[in-house]
Every structure is written in C-alpha cells, then in structure tokens.
C-alpha cells in the first residue's frame, strides 16, 4: 500500500477512536471493514501496528480504559486545549474527507489561503532547525520592499492569512510579519536558540487576533451586549477564551471577556453592526460609538450628496 493510502487510514483510525471512544476493539474492526470495504480486515496485530504509528505520526497515545471498557485517546482533555495537536486531527480528518470524496468536489466549497503555500514550509523548517531567515518584505507602511534577517518564534493563522511572529534586525521587541508580504524568503547559516521563556500560546492569549499591544487599551474587562440571534453564533464559536455568558434572556445575552481591545478587535465588533453594544469599558463604547457615527454619517452625506446618484430598482 502506498504512503498516502496508510496515512488516510492512520488519520481514519485516530479520528474514530478520539471522535466515538470509548470504543471496542470489535466495534472498531467492524467500522473498519464498513469504511474500507468487504475483505478488507483489521487484525489485532495491525490495530497495535496502527496507535505504534499514530503516537509516532501525531504525537497521540491510544491506551485501553479499563473503567470505560474501551479504547480511548489518551490526554483527551490536553488535546483539546493544545491547538496544535487538535489542529492536526482536523486537518487530517478534513484532508481524508475530502480524498475520500472526489465524486462531490464541486459541491466542497473552501476558503483559500493563498499565504501558506509558498513560504509556510520555509519557516516551519527553519524553525525546527534554528536557523534565521533572510526576508525581503514589503511592508502596508513602505513604498519599496526592504531585506533583512528574522529569527522565526511561530506561525499563526488568523483570517485566512498565515502570519510570522519574529525577532528581526533593529528592534527589540518580537514583530509580526503576514507571509503574503513576502517577497524573497531563504534560511541562512546562522543560528538562534528560541528563548525558553517564550510560549507562542501566551504570547498572544490577551488578544483577539494578531495585533499585539496597543496605546490606547490595556488588558482588562469587556462585556457586550449582544441580541439573542448573534449570540448562538458568540456560544458556539467564541471570540476569545475567556468568554463567558453572564446573562441571558430572550432578547439578548451579556458577554464578558478579558483582553487587550486591540484594532482587530475593534473591528470585529464593527463587523457585526447593531447586533453588538459595548457596555464596557467606558474608552472602547466611546470608539465604537464614533466609529459608528462616522459610518452613518459617510452613507447619509453620499445619499444627500447631488454628485451620488442612485438608481431606484422596481421589483
């Protein structure tokens, strides 16, 4: 069998198992034969085979529980807050699914990162081998694109754009980099160790998104108010890990959160209009409230404006 077949059913086998288990040994050959076809057989010596490679592919043991009489992942719970590993099953898991189902791939639609196909492999290899880069990177806030080296600390995807956080030459302070800025990417023979002190999870655990710091917000306490139908949205994807619903009711529900309300956060509330009211605190309900009397005032000066003519559309 070729690399690729045993890997979908590596991913197969640990998906099953972390997504169903506990599981029984019977239960999970029975899955197997239905999945892969008849004649096709998991022997309990494959099965030990099969969690011998997926500990060593994905860094995930697969023990017997004697008090839930089956097999399970073990450390579910660290999984499930260790993006990585759990980022990796997903990944997998969706790559197989969609392997598995190319008779419907025009019916699977998905979202494009265009930035991690050419320079993600770079910085993940020079990561692994402490090795510094040598970037050219044109910058939003320069007319020309610039040359120097980047000692890379992580890699970070947030809205469909991959993003490098680095030590470069000339500063202090760690910068962030979006790898579809990049012009020129290359590792050099220079080596860097990543400080043991850095924890790429931390690093970032104070914010929405990517933008770190800001002068004008501190971290501490936000709470929105949000209406009942944009709630079941903020319930089952939050915006940050510290989310937590104080109040409920039928009209609206009450958010509470502990960040850095940072530009991209800012902007996020933005996005969703009147569905969100900031109660506090008092600095970021006064930004938005000016945010959103710009907006209407930029749509009700064009509407008035004789130079903006608008075509009426009968149905």
């Not at 930035?115 to 993600?120: A, C, E, I, V």
């Amino acid at each position: 069998m070729s690399t690729a077949g045993l890997i979908n059913r590596y991913v197969w086998f640990v998906t099953t198992i972390y997504n169903r288990g506990p599981i029984s040994l019977e239960e999970i050959q029975h899955r197997f034969e239905s999945h892969f076809g008849r004649g096709e057989e998991l022997s309990e010596r494959q099965f030990h085979r099969y969690t011998d490679a997926v500990e060593e592919l994905f860094d995930i043991e697969i023990k017997y529980s004697r008090s839930q009489r089956g097999y399970v992942v073990a450390d579910r719970e660290g999984i499930d807050n260790m993006g990585m590993r759990k980022w990796l099953i997903q990944t997998f898991s969706v790559n197989n699914i969609l392997h598995e189902s190319q008779e419907l791939k025009n019916r699977i639609l998905l979202e494009n990162v265009p930035s991690g196909q050419q320079h993600l492999t770079t910085i993940v290899d020079a990561m692994r081998e402490g090795v510094a880069l040598s970037m050219t990177y044109h910058s939003f806030h320069r007319e020309e694109p610039s040359t120097f080296e980047v000692e890379p600390y992580c890699v970070k995807l947030f809205e469909q754009r991959w993003y490098m956080l680095g030590k470069s030459e000339g500063y202090d302070e760690l910068r962030l980099y979006a790898l579809d800025r990049i012009r020129a990417l290359e590792p050099i023979e220079r080596k860097f160790k990543l400080p043991k002190s850095f924890d790429a999870e931390k690093f970032f655990a104070d914010y929405y998104g990517i933008i770190i710091g800001d002068e004008e917000f501190d971290v501490g306490p936000v709470a929105l108010k949000v209406d009942s139908w944009q709630s079941k949205y903020l319930r089952t994807l939050p915006l940050h890990h510290t989310q937590v619903e104080v109040e409920r009711n039928e009209e609206f529900s009450i958010f509470e959160y502990c960040l850095c309300p940072s530009f991209d956060f800012r902007q996020k509330l933005l996005s969703m209009g009147a569905a969100v009211e900031v109660l506090a605190p008092k600095a970021l309900r006064e930004e938005i409230d000016i945010n959103a009397c710009d907006m209407a005032s930029l749509y009700h000066d064009h509407f008035n404006s004789p130079k903006y003519k608008f075509k009426v559309y009968k149905e």
